[in-house]
């Protein structure tokens, strides 16, 4: 008999967490009668916080005994590959996936997909997954979790397509104040090298960011991406005494970090995955006027109406009053997006921006940043691990890792 593998597709609706649960602790929803009375594993970037944690309280490793690093010194790709180990030396009965490859660069996606192919051979896989991109090759089993309901479809073109790629009408809001630039080059790298303990992990990087351009980075895991862009934003000290050069200035020649910080529109999903403050969703748009995370002053009129435009251009006004802690995944970035952008800065930069979303709400941040570049002067970096769909850059910067450290190359486009 050919062996059972689903493939569940989630929006940022679906209750997931539960719905996971629910299979490891045996309350199975139709169509899991093969799992009945079977013990299950779970392999998802939850868990691997959750081994980091215990092995930092317990100051010891658990599944990575073997290896002369931590969990936590771990690229994604190799945390993901050393818990799959862990698991399957345990021998379950199956095996849930929670978007597996989120995270990860196409590299490492190939290496789990090929390990995951073998593993399928002889154990049933259930794998959740947002992006249709990701499906497993061997998934014979398709459904789609809409919220708490889970629905069967017979093959995975039966489920709707529904990405938008051209939802917002009309033009970006002006900003209340503009930021007067005269350097037509805003960051510049040269020969810039960065290495941590003696292990190089930026070689030779010259690059060069102007006035209103549109960047996207790429490259793997541990090539050095958020070190270029911890340097860029004035963070790291590792920018002094080298050919860095931020807003026309060389680093190290008397700026403040707040002076580089308050020209730059900053946003990584981080910033709000573990943010707990109780703001309204017009209030966490203002804040970004104020450089905070949530409004702690008493807006002005002029800002009051600047929240408007924006959330009427993303389609989120009559949610204005609403919590921003209560709002699903993919609005949550909407606002934030609009945030880093609401003073039209000199440079906005997305870190991993579309993590964990699922595809209409990938398509959609992607359609509100094609739409900043095109009508404003910002320069835009957008960091990915995946090439997302409609992304119009201009330009990219691609990391090679090497031996002596990542070297850059400008890609056409």
């Known amino acids: 008999m050919k062996q059972k593998h689903w493939a569940i597709f989630t929006a940022n609706t679906s209750h997931t967490k539960d719905f996971i649960n629910n299979l490891l602790e045996g309350y199975l929803p139709e169509g899991f009668d093969e799992l009945k009375d079977k013990e299950g594993a779970l392999l998802s970037k939850l868990a691997v916080e959750r081994f980091i944690d215990i092995e930092d309280r317990h100051e010891a490793k658990i599944i990575t005994s073997n290896s002369d690093q931590s969990l936590k010194s771990m ?61 497993l090759p061997f998934a014979n089993t398709f459904a789609k979790l809409e919220g708490k309901d889970l629905f069967f479809h017979e093959s995975v073109s039966s489920l709707s397509d529904n990405t938008l790629k051209d939802h917002f009408q009309g033009d970006i809001p002006k900003p209340i104040n503009s930021y007067k630039i005269d350097e037509e080059t805003l960051i510049a790298l040269k020969n810039v090298g960065v290495s941590y303990s003696q292990r190089p992990i930026l070689h030779d990087i010259n690059w060069t960011i102007k006035k209103g351009e ?40 008397g700026e403040s970090v707040w ?18 403050g109780y703001h309204s969703v017009s209030h966490m748009i203002i804040s970004g ?13 002029a800002q009051l ?30 606002i934030m997006c609009a945030r880093a952008m609401i003073k039209h800065p ?68």
């Open 75 to 135: 690229s994604s790709g190799e945390q993901k590959k050393a818990l799959l180990k862990h698991i399957l030396s345990s021998n379950p009965d199956f095996i849930v996936l929670d978007n597996p490859f989120d995270n990860l660069d196409t590299t490492s996606q190939e290496d789990l997909k090929i390990t995951l192919q073998k593993v399928s051979e002889h154990t049933p896989i259930v794998q959740l997954l947002s992006r249709k991109t990701d499906l």
């Open 259 to 276: 002076e580089i910080k308050k020209r730059i529109g900053y946003f990584t999903p981080s910033m709000t995955d573990k943010f707990t």
């Open 305 to 334: 109406r600047l929240s408007k435009e924006w959330l009427k251009l993303i389609g989120l006004w009559e949610m204005k009053e609403e919590l921003f802690h209560d709002l699903s995944m993919g609005q949550k970035r909407l």
């Open 214 to 253: 549109f960047w996207e980075l790429r490259g793997r895991n541990g090539s050095g991406k958020t070190t270029i862009l911890s340097m860029i934003t004035g963070e790291n000290p590792k920018g002094y005494g080298q050919e860095l050069y931020i807003f026309g200035r060389k680093k190290g020649t």
């Open 289 to 301: 006027l104020n450089d905070s995370i949530g409004l702690y002053i008493q807006p002005t009129e």
């Open 346 to 413: 000199p440079l906005l930069i997305l870190d991993e921006p579309t993590a964990g979303l699922d595809d209409d709400s990938a398509a959609l941040f992607v359609a509100l940043v094609n739409k900043f570049a095109t009508q404003s002067d910002t320069t835009v970096i957008f960091v990915s691990h995946r090439k997302e769909p409609g992304l119009e850059a201009e330009y990219i910067y691609q990391l090679e890792k090497s031996d002596i450290g990542s070297t850059g190359r400008v890609l056409t486009t």
